[in-house]
């Protein structure tokens, strides 16, 4: 049986895409400010001294692998909104009225370490996630995205 793609439409107005944004911007600021909390991905001489140690580290790397996620889906976000901003100039739109964009229809394009470039569907990332570099476990960098006409 053939998966059933699903279909996301977005009707926003110029001003929401602007409000959304700016809220997108500020989570990704408040995420680096927590990430401040948890510098390293390696445990010092102190965190493996003793199993409580070792404990707590684990979690702090637990918790700054969440954040870390975040702040990749927040970038996400941002480029998908920044996308859809062109929309709105073309058609000439005021910061009131409303465009509506299949989100089918928009492509994300990230690179790897290599500085090759790999394209996702944006329907792709409920399912499968965001792209990983399968050498090193990261996510690939978010460089554009577009809407398909």
Known sequence: MAAVQQRLDLSITARQAD????????????????????P?????????CCDAHVARFEQRALQRKTLLERKAEV???????????????????????????DL?????VDRDAAGKTHEQPLA???SAGTLID?????????IAAFVHR
């Open 19 to 38: 409000i959304l944004l700016d809220t997108l911007v500020d989570k990704s600021v408040e995420t680096d400010h927590y990430l401040l909390s948890y």
């Open 104 to 108: 089918s229809g928009v492509t994300l």
């Open 124 to 126: 792709d990332i409920g």
């Open 75 to 101: 970038q996400h976000l941002v480029a998908l909104i920044e996308a859809i901003r062109p929309a709105f100039e073309v058609s000439g739109s005021s910061p009131v009225s409303t465009a509506a964009v």
């Open 40 to 48: 390293k991905d390696e445990p010092d001489k102190t965190d493996t």
């Open 134 to 142: 399968p050498d090193s476990g990261e996510h690939l960098e978010l």
